[in-house]
């Protein structure tokens, strides 16, 4: 029922910036809560940022002071805002809904922070 399409990954040295964006479709009113996870090869998802419909944020504590997690006021887009970036934040990261009826994932956005 809900479409999520990210934006924004790339290529950025440590100590950069980088901002993602999720732009989220369908049923969009029966979204309670989005958040951003990431994988690297080998490894499982984790999550790194969430938000509710009342504006609540959680961080992972690998992220947190680093990583910002937002949505318009529509609720139609949530955005990552990463700074000091690190190599261990290389990962591809996905946008999640969750509703009652079910969760919803993105496609991913490759992020890679390399010198």
């Known amino acids: 029922q809900v479409q999520l399409v990210e934006s924004g990954g790339g290529l950025v040295q440590p100590g950069g910036s980088l901002t993602l964006s999720c732009a989220a479709s369908?049923?969009?009113?029966?979204?309670?809560?989005m958040a951003w996870y990431r994988q690297a090869p080998g490894k499982q998802r984790e999550l790194v940022a969430s938000?509710?419909?009342?504006?609540?944020?959680n961080y992972a504590d690998s992220v947190k002071g680093r990583f910002t997690i937002s949505r318009d006021n529509a609720g139609n887009t949530v955005y990552l805002q990463m700074n000091s970036l690190k190599p261990e934040d290389t990962a591809v990261y996905y946008c999640?809904?969750?509703?009652?009826?079910?969760?919803?994932w993105g496609q991913g956005t490759q992020v890679t922070v390399s010198s």
């Open positions: 938000i509710t419909s009342g504006g609540r944020t």
């Open positions: 369908g049923s969009i009113r029966n979204i309670y809560s």
């Open positions: 999640h809904s969750a509703r009652r009826q079910g969760n919803d």
